[in-house]
């Protein structure tokens, strides 16, 4: 589990837990407990490293879930590209680093599960968000690819596009005046009519992850109270 100490992360970490999972977490500042491993999703030392202390005190990794993240706001013409790369780095490459690093044990396994946390804005697109979206909306790519390329080797590969998901991260936009209106605006172009919780992204997971979800792969389950757009 990347991005386990915060947010949608923790929520899925906790359910994963209740449900029977032994479930490791990789963070940049993972929370103060068991099975939490510090790691930057970006470096592939760093990744290979917490690994090995994951395998050691939990065995093979046989599924994976992408969670970690970082937003940016920033108008397109004014965007330095370093801050493009940090954006696509962090949401895109950690995904490919930490897939790619646990795949040999989900191949010996001849059976595993992939879950990429990516974002409604890769459908919608968001202004001030280029990298963000970007970046997304290549992880629902790299999913379908990789769903078709791991099918015959038992594992599964889904994307769970949130929408608006009330978190650290969502509050900390809200405060900055990012988000184009406050939470409570956004509730009222929902379907719904409420912000989601963790704990929805958490449920769908803990579903996609398991052994009656085999037949479900290259989806894109939004979870975003109806508000696709
Ligand atoms: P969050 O509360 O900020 O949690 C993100 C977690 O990822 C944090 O624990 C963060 O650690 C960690 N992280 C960031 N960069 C990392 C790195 N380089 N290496 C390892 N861990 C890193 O955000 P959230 O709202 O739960 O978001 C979870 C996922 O859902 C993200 O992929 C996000 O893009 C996606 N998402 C969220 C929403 C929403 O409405 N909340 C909507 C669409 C998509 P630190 O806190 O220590 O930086």
């Excluded at 589990?1 to 209740?18: F, K, V």
């Amino acid at each position: 589990m990347t991005g386990g100490g915060s947010g949608i992360g923790l929520a899925i970490t906790e359910r994963l837990r209740a449900d029977g999972h032994a479930v490791a977490v990789l963070d940049l500042n993972p929370p103060d407990a068991e099975y939490a491993y510090k790691a930057d999703v970006t470096d592939r030392d760093q990744i290979e490293e917490a690994l090995t202390s994951v395998r050691r005190d939990l065995g093979p990794v046989t599924i994976l879930v992408n969670a970690a993240g970082l937003d940016g706001f920033k108008r397109f013409a004014d965007l330095k590209f370093e801050a493009w790369q940090r954006v696509i780095d962090v949401n895109l490459n950690g995904v490919f680093h930490c897939t790619q690093a646990v795949l040999p044990d989900m191949v010996e396994a001849g059976w595993g599960r992939i879950v990429n946390i990516s974002s409604s804005s890769a459908h919608s697109g968001q202004p001030f968000m280029a990298h963000y979206v970007s970046a997304k909306s290549a992880v629902n790519g790299l999913t379908k690819a990789l769903a078709l390329e791991l099918g015959p080797a038992g594992i599964t590969v889904n994307a769970v596009p949130p929408g608006f998901i009330d978190t650290p991260m969502l509050r900390k936009a809200e405060e900055r005046g990012l988000l184009g209106g406050t939470v409570e605006d956004h509730v009222q172009r929902t379907p719904v009519r409420r912000v989601g919780r963790p704990e929805d992204l958490a449920a769908t997971c803990s579903f996609l992850i398991s052994e009656e979800a085999g037949y479900i792969t290259g989806q894109i389950v939004g979870v975003n109270g109806g508000r696709n757009t």
